[in-house]
Every structure is written in structure tokens, then in C-alpha cells.
């Protein structure tokens, strides 16, 4: 502060400026005598302005606001407002912008300003889906076991010293049920940036069809469980739509949704056709063929008279299609049960 023959001189840092406060006595209604400008204020994103109110006591004090989307005011800002010096008739009426300052102006000599509340409306962000995961998992009720997977077929052969071969009629083609309990897990993360509430709606579709069917409406956790025997074989796809209406209006609230990869879903095991054995001088030959119609093959393995698997190989060296032909060559056997497993990818 300095004191000069035409008045006080007063210094401010933000924004730098000189400011003289005259003592020629109180100002007319149309002319201010001191005014300050707020910090620029920024709410985030562009916003909606409402009333701006002030506490201090006195009279003589008004308001203007301007508002843009810069951070410091420029010439894309908007012009000054009309003056607020009702409390009554507080609506602030610049642009919505991200950014607002305001200005006070002051017209009398008693008059105190303590405080300014400006309030606002920040535009809502929609949410985002980031990414939607399926995979296979044993329901929490099971404690079954099981020594065959879902997508694993089992043949069991019998052999004498004589060499006959005997098996069950009417398995020449047999097929295993799928294990009980398993169930298939959808899940997805998602957030919203204005730390909003979401719900989620889960949908899926089958690869050759174009609407999409929902499964479970109003979600509010990021998991879905349902049995995996639920769809018929073959590929799907499933959506996420997340929504922030649990924290904002129907005319205010957002969504945003994310379809996930193909997941193809076969349940069923493949097909096992196995040859009467054949001796060979001392061993035994067994031609095994193999098909699934919805997934290739990846390994076929024997186990003799219950003893631990062995992996047979393809007659054309990988198994790796869906349909496999093989041939396993048994050694100096007098009696077996040998039983195949195959499993598919």
C-alpha cells in the first residue's frame, strides 16, 4: 500500500495490476470505485453454469461472469454479462464453457465481500468398456471329479490270449457326457471417468445371426456366470453395455458398449471308432479313428490294464484336424483292457 496525493495505490499479484482508491466520498450507482477479478476457475470438461452467490455484508457490490474453453482468457472467451447484485436473480447466464471467471465491482464505501460459491454442472462422460473375457470354471457347489474333461472321448477294448476282442454293443461310436458342474464365466472391466455408478447389460449372438439376445438385464457386478450346456455348440459373441443411469438422470446419463472376440462353445466330445485288434507275431495292431464336428483334435493317449496314459501318435504325424486317424502297435500282451482318451482343443 502507498499512500499518494490522489489516493491509496494498491498492488495485486494475481493478476499483477495497480489499483487507486480515491477518497473524493461514495461513488454514484453507475460508476464503481474498486472491483477485483477472481482466478480462472475450471470445472473439467465444458459445464453448465448456475447461480452465482456471495457472502459479505454491506451493500453496493455486483457481479459479471465470462466464460471459454481456454485456460486463460482470450479472444474466444465471452464478453462480460449483464451485472448481478440480486441475490434473488443470481442465474449465471455466460456460455457453458470449461472455464469462468467473475468479477465484483464495488460502488460503495462499506461494502464487504467474505466469500463467492459458484455452482455448476460438469457435462457427463460416458463410461468405457475395456475388455470382455469368457473362459470355463467348475460351479462353486461341485466337489465331483472327474478323470475324463468335457471335451474328452474314452473307448475301452478288451483282449484275450486268444486275441479276440470284445466291447459293449452298440459302442462302436461312443460319446461321454459332459462332466457336472462346469459353467462358463463371462466378465468385463469397465470405468467411468466421472467415478459414476454403472450397470450392465449382457448380450450375446450366435456367429451366423444378426440380433442380439439378452441375458441378463441391470448388472451391477462385473461377472456372469451361467452353465456352459446353456448354448448349443458352435461360435458366439457376446456384448457389454455399461450405463451411468444409477448416478445421473435419464436425460443426462451415458452408455458405451464393447463386443468381444468369437467364443466358440463344444460341449460335445468327439466321436471314437476303434478297429478289432489284429496280431502282428508277438504284438497287437488297433486302427482308432477320431472326429469331432465342432473343434480339431489335439491328443490321443492309451492307457493299458490301467496304467498310465501314453500319447499316440497320428498316422500323418500331428493331431491337429477333426478328423485323425491312428494306429497303436502293443507288444507281447497276453491279456489287456486298453482304453483311449482324445481330447479336443
Not at 468398456?129 to 457347489?141: G, K, L, N
Not at 459293449?168 to 458342474?181: C, D, E, K, V, Y
Not at 463386443?259 to 466321436?271: S, Y
Request: glycine letters at 6%; a negative charge.
Amino acid at each position: 500500500l502507498t499512500a499518494s496525493a490522489k489516493g491509496l495505490l494498491v498492488a495485486s499479484g494475481n493478476v499483477g495490476k495497480i489499483l487507486r482508491l480515491g477518497s473524493t466520498g461514495a461513488a454514484t450507482a453507475s460508476s464503481a470505485t474498486a472491483w477485483f477479478e477472481s482466478p480462472v476457475h475450471d470445472s473439467g470438461s465444458i459445464a453448465r453454469w448456475g447461480r452465482l452467490s456471495w457472502v459479505g455484508g454491506g451493500r453496493g457490490v455486483s457481479f459479471k461472469t465470462r466464460s471459454g474453453n481456454s485456460a486463460r482468457p482470450d479472444a474466444t472467451w465471452s464478453d462480460w454479462s449483464d451485472a448481478i447484485s440480486d441475490p434473488a436473480k443470481s442465474v449465471i447466464t455466460s456460455p457453458n464453457a470449461r472455464y469462468l471467471q467473475w468479477r465484483a465491482d464495488f460502488t460503495g464505501t462499506d461494502t464487504e465481500l467474505d466469500s463467492v460459491t459458484i455452482a455448476y454442472l460438469p457435462q457427463n462422460t460416458a463410461p468405457a468398456v475395456r475388455s470382455i473375457t469368457v473362459s470355463s470354471q467348475a460351479a462353486a457347489s461341485s466337489t465331483a471329479k472327474t478323470t475324463a474333461s468335457a471335451t474328452s472321448s474314452a473307448y475301452s477294448i478288451t483282449v484275450t490270449d486268444t486275441g479276440d476282442a470284445t466291447t459293449p454293443a452298440g459302442t462302436q461310436s461312443q460319446t461321454l457326457a459332459r462332466p457336472a458342474g462346469q459353467q462358463m464365466a463371462v466378465t468385463w472391466q469397465a470405468d467411468d471417468p466421472d467415478g459414476d455408478k454403472l450397470s450392465y447389460s449382457l448380450y450375446f449372438r450366435g456367429e451366423d445371426q444378426r440380433e442380439w439376445k439378452l441375458l441378463r438385464d441391470d448388472l451391477t457386478d462385473n461377472k456372469y456366470t451361467l452353465d456352459d450346456d446353456v448354448l448349443a455348440d458352435g461360435r458366439y459373441f457376446f456384448r457389454v453395455v455399461a450405463s451411468d443411469k444409477l448416478s445421473n438422470t435419464a436425460g443426462q446419463s451415458r452408455q458405451a458398449e464393447l463386443t468381444g472376440p468369437p467364443v466358440l462353445i463344444d460341449n460335445t466330445p468327439p466321436a471314437v471308432r476303434a478297429s478289432a485288434p489284429r496280431r502282428n507275431g508277438n504284438a497287437l495292431e488297433i486302427d482308432v479313428d477320431a472326429e469331432d464336428r465342432g473343434s480339431s483334435l489335439r491328443r490321443c493317449e492309451y492307457s493299458v490294464d490301467a496304467r498310465p496314459w501314453q500319447p499316440l501318435e497320428a498316422t500323418d504325424g500331428v493331431t491337429d484336424s477333426r478328423s485323425e486317424e491312428h494306429t497303436s502297435e502293443l507288444q507281447s500282451l497276453a491279456y489287456l483292457v486298453c482304453r483311449l482318451l482324445l481330447e479336443k482343443k
